[in-house]
C-alpha cells in the first residue's frame, strides 16, 4: 500500500447495515469467549486427562499466542485473497477446530487444536471489522461500531460463569460443541451479508515487518503469562526480547515502500489518540473484572459462584447504557466524552478500596453496575474516534495495527492487575487480609488516569463528522 493520508471519503460505502454489523459482532464474541471459557474447565479436563489443573494451561496459552501469531497477517491476508472469502474460511476452519477441541482424544492434541483455533479466530477479528469499515458511510460509523464494542466488554466478564454452568451441566466437551450451531450461522450470514465485489491489493507481504510483529506480540503474551509462575529471568528475556522486536518492526515500517503497517495511519491524531491512550484505558477495564474477583474471592472469602455472578453485574451496567451510549457522544462529542468517562470509570475504581466484607450487597452490584456502563461509553467512544478520520485507502493499515494493539492491550490487562494486587497486599502486610486487595484498587485507578492526557489534547471538533445525526 503507498504511503497516502489524503482524506479521502470511503467510496463504495452504503447506508449503515445492521444484520452485517451484528453477524461481525457474533464472530468477534465468539473469539473473545474461547479466549477464556477453558479457564474454569481446566479442573475437569485435567481429571479426564490425568493431569493437574495447571497442566490444562498450554491449551489457553497455545490459543492466546495462536491469536497472537495470526493478528499482525490478518489485513495483508484480507487484502490479497478477499475480505469474504478470508472472513468464511476463517469461520469454517474455527469451527471445525471447535468440533475437533471436543473430540481431543488426550491433552497433545486439545492443545494443538486450540492453536488451530485460535489461528482461525485471530483472522475473524480484523477481517470482520474491515468488512463493516468498509461497507458504512462516516456519519453511520458510530452505530456501527457501538455493535462491534460490546462483544469484547462482555465475553470476559461472562466467560467464566459460561464455561463453569455448560461444564457442570454437560461436560467440558461441550464447551466447543455450542460453537458449532453459532459457526454455522455464522458462515451462512456472511455468505449472504458480505459483498463479493471486492478490489483485491496484490502487494507482497512485508516478512520481516510480520515475523518482528509477531515475535514482539507472542514474547510479551508469554512473558505476561509466565509473570505469576515464579520465572524472573523467563519473564525478563521475553519482555526484553517484545521491546526489541516491536522496535525493530517500527523502525522497518518507516522505511520499507510496502511495510505491514502503513505508518501514514500514526500520524492521524484521532486513530493515534484511539491507539496509544486507548491502549491503556483497554489494559485497564480488561484487568478490572480479575481484581474484582480476587477481591470477593481472595479478600471477602466468597465461593466462585457467589463472585463470578457478583462479577456479572458489569455486564448489566454494558448492555444496560447501550441504547445511550450514541446519544451521549452526539451530545458531549468524543473528547469530553472520553475525558468524563476516564474520570468516573477511575473514580469508580477508586470507591473499590473502601469496599469491605461487611459492606451491603446491593451497593457493591451497584458500583459494577456503573462500572460496567462507564466502560462500555470510554470504549465505545475510543473504538470509533479512532476510525473516525482514517481515509478508505488506509483503513486495511489502520485496522490491522489497532488489531495488533488491542491484543497487546489484552494481554497486558491481567498483568497489570495482578502486579497492583502485588503492590497492594506488600503495602498492607503480610496479615492484613482483605485490605491488601482492597489497596489494589488505587494504583489501577492512577494507571486509568493517564489516558486522560491524550483525551485532553484531543480537538474538540474531533471525529466531528463520525458522531453527525443521520
Known sequence: MSRRSARLGRRGATSFSRPLALLVAGALFLENLDGTVLQTAAPAVADEFGVVPAGVSPAIVGYLLAVAVAIPAAGWIAERYGTRRVFLWSVAGFTVASVACALAPDLLWLCLFRIAQGVAGALMIPVGRIAVLRSVRPVDLLAAMAYLTWPSLIAPVIAPSVGGAITDALGWRWIFLVNVPIGVALAVGGAWLIPRNEVRIRTALDRWGYLCTAGAVVCLTGGVELLQGGRPWAVTGLLGAAVLLGATAARGMIRREHPLFDPAVMGIKTFRAGNVSGSVYRLVITGAPFLFVLLFQAGFGWSATAAGAMVTAVFVGNLGVKPLTSPIIRLLGFRRTLVWSIIAGAATLLAFAWVHAATPTPVIAVLLVFSGAVRS????????????????????????????????????????????????????????????????????AAL??????????????????ARARR
Do not use: C
Not at 478520520?389 to 494481554?411: E, F, I, M, R
Open 448 to 465: 486509568l488516569l493517564l489516558p486522560l492526557a491524550g483525551a485532553l489534547r484531543l480537538p474538540a471538533a474531533a471525529g466531528e463528522h
Open 377 to 444: 461509553i470510554g470504549f465505545s467512544a475510543y473504538n470509533t474516534v479512532m476510525f473516525a478520520d482514517v481515509p478508505a485507502p488506509l483503513l486495511p493499515a489502520a485496522n490491522g495495527l489497532s488489531s495488533t494493539l488491542q491484543q497487546v492491550g489484552t494481554a497486558l490487562g491481567v498483568a497489570a492487575a495482578a502486579a497492583a494486587v502485588r503492590l497492594g497486599t506488600g503495602l498492607a502486610g503480610p496479615d492484613a487480609g482483605e485490605l491488601g486487595y482492597r489497596l489494589a484498587f488505587v494504583p489501577f
